[in-house]
């Protein structure tokens, strides 16, 4: 009898607890939390939840970064209305407020500003205790405010699982749930593979070999030391016991759009290349190449009237990309990025061929034999180059960094009309 009322007793403790989880899942989050506090509920969201992190105040969140928090929140939030959605938009901020967000509508359902201790990110992770033993030495580096984004980004996917976007990415469709545990490198372009975007799941073992690499190859004056370069040595050169499996890699066009070695011209100029924003999904803008984080002395953040007005008119390009669009293809049923790959050369040799055919019937996806023809030009953008002349401008503006960069000048390329600015001032930015 003593057995069988323990035993029932334990029951109804199980059910209690089981049911105060439940009633505390169902209970939307306020807007402002402490990290230490939703950690439970980042663990129920997993896959749901999406990161982003603003390490400094309020006087350096510029044009760029709004526009591009603004568009993760105008994607994303939605998704979050229901009551007990899991996951949310979560903005790791020490220094915004709650009237930063509302001036930016950022206060929506879903959407929370997160108070969080680095290392508190970090804790439970291979960096943990590294972070706390090098702590003053760390944070005294040259490129610490962008290293610490690195470390945090790492951390927060690894423990929680989610994507993390940085605020220098420009959202224009949701990111496919096909592209989860897998990387990004735009071979020919760079020999590192890219994090400005990370999406997997809780718990990833190249995840953690990642974070277990940086303080073996950590620089403090190395601008990559604590993202791309630990990313590409673990892929590159880790022994393949230590992962259960490698990542898998999306097209290019899905996380970049615009490739590092024409970063500067995009915002000199207002140049792309149509097709590299095929597969496209988010746009990374690159603002340490706008800012000037990594190649001038110091940072100039796009603000005033003219350069507002500037970055407006090449997000306003941007946009009007077709492969962009929410019905443009996408890479989500193709088997490894060597299928994608050539999926993706499939659909830009089509385009070229049917540049100007405005009476063919547009394709919604990619069929898995990578065939792609009918993709209506017009949609994608590819037939652009007619017009290039028309719309090209030589409107100086951002990023007017003393380095050269090269890239293939070719098929698909085309000098969107970002519009000229009369007196423009020549100015750049970090991100």
């Known amino acids: 009898m003593i057995v069988q009322l323990a035993f029932q007793a334990i029951i109804c403790q199980i059910i209690v607890t089981a049911t105060a989880r ?97 290392a508190e990110v970090l804790q439970d992770t291979p960096v943990g205790s590294w972070y706390v033993e090098k ?57 590192c593979f890219e994090c400005a975007v990370m999406f997997f799941e809780a718990g990833h073992s190249y995840l ?38 490698l990542p898998d890699q999306v097209v290019p066009g899905a996380y970049l759009g615009i490739r590092l070695t024409k970063a500067k011209r995009f915002w000199t100029e207002g140049h792309i290349r149509t097709e590299d924003f095929i597969g496209c999904e988010v746009i990374h803008l690159w603002g340490s190449t706008a800012r ?12 005033g009237e003219e350069q507002e007005e500037r970055l407006k008119q090449r997000v306003d390009a941007l946009r009007q990309i077709s492969w962009c669009r929410s019905r443009a293809p996408r890479f989500d049923k193709c088997a490894n990025i060597t299928a994608c790959s050539a999926k993706a050369k499939a659909l830009a040799i089509s385009s070229r061929k049917s540049a100007g055919a405005a009476d063919q019937t547009g394709l919604d996806s990619v069929d898995n034999d990578g065939k792609a023809e009918g993709w209506n030009a017009d949609r994608t ?47 750049r930015r970090h991100g």
């Open 22 to 118: 439940g009633l505390a899942a169902l209970a939307p989050l306020p807007l402002v939390v402490n990290y230490t506090d939703v950690r439970q509920w980042l663990d129920d969201g997993n896959t749901a939840n999406i990161f982003l992190t603003w390490t400094t105040g309020p006087e350096t969140l510029d044009a760029l970064a709004v526009e591009c928090i603004s568009s993760v929140i105008n994607v994303y939030a939605h998704q979050y209305e229901r009551r007990g959605a899991a996951g949310g938009v979560f903005l790791l901020a020490n220094a915004l407020r709650e009237a930063d967000m509302d001036a930016h509508g950022w206060v929506r359902p879903g959407v929370h500003l997160v108070r969080y201790g680095v």
């Open 135 to 191: 702590r003053v030495e760390l944070e005294a580096g040259k490129y610490w405010f962008s290293h610490v984004t690195d470390l945090m980004r790492f951390a927060l996917v690894y423990k929680h699982g989610g994507i993390y976007m940085d605020t220098d990415v420009l959202v224009m469709r949701p990111i496919s749930p096909a592209n989860v545990n897998k990387l990004v490198r735009a071979v020919g372009d760079s020999s």
């Open 208 to 245: 953690f070999e990642v974070l277990k690499q940086i303080p073996r190859h950590y620089r403090g004056t190395e601008w990559i030391s604590a993202g791309p370069k630990a990313l590409t040595i673990v892929y590159d050169h880790a022994p393949t016991h230590a992962l259960h499996e």
């Open 292 to 303: 000037g984080y990594v190649t001038k002395k110091s940072t100039t953040y796009i603000t």
């Open 381 to 427: 953008g590819a037939g652009e180059e007619e017009g290039a002349e028309e719309g090209e401008t030589s409107a100086e503006g951002f990023g007017d960094e003393s380095d050269e960069e090269t890239g293939d000048e070719g098929a698909g390329e085309t000098e969107v009309d970002s519009g000229e600015v009369d007196g423009a001032r020549k100015t």
